[in-house]
């Protein structure tokens, strides 16, 4: 990645506290739950955008998960303070990819929600992966976003360019 790049690129930042039922007998969190913290950051990502996922459905479409990575780097316990880093990494008419991070933070940083600029959030990485979807309706054909919902391709195309979003009010923007 370039340093131009690096300017270009849109972190959508949302802080969790680590509950206890997160955790496992060994005192971390369990593994699977960070793909669900991914999913997490997916949905406020979007959300951020100023469309919910209900709102999308409503219009026919679904965004199912078709590939996954995942890589464990330092473990999270209970009661930290982590954000959930997400950003697209690749996207299409009918193709989306999301790069995701959970990194632990102070409280300071903790209430940082928010869109961050540049290559690296804030705080210590500890888990890094991805997901990548396709856009479908509801008969699970392939379908394009930019037909279906423009508003939202609109929005994800600029983010993909690193323009901060000025997400529609009316549809459950934050």
Not at 86 to 106: A, G, M
Not at 123 to 152: A, F, I, M, Y
């Amino acid at each position: 990645m370039t340093e131009a790049d690096n300017e270009s690129v849109l972190w959508y930042l949302h802080p969790l506290r680590v509950r206890y039922q997160e955790t496992d007998q060994m005192g971390v969190v369990f593994h699977g739950n960070y793909v669900t913290w991914f999913e997490i950051g997916r949905t406020e990502f979007v959300r951020a955008l100023g469309m919910t996922y209900e709102t999308i459905e409503k219009q026919g479409l679904l965004l199912p998960v078709v590939d996954l990575d995942c890589s464990y780097v330092s473990p999270a316990r209970y009661d930290n303070n982590v954000i959930i880093c997400t950003r697209l990494e690749q996207f299409s008419p009918i193709r989306v990819s999301f790069r995701s991070e959970i990194r632990l933070v102070d409280d300071m940083e903790h209430q940082a929600l928010s869109w961050f600029p540049g290559a690296e959030p804030p705080g210590k990485l500890l888990v890094r992966g991805g997901t990548r979807h396709v856009w479908v309706n509801r008969e699970w054909r392939p379908s394009r976003l930019d037909k279906q919902l423009p508003e939202l391709y609109s929005m994800m195309e600029a983010v993909s360019e690193g323009n901060l979003p000025v997400p529609n009010k009316e549809e459950g923007g934050s």
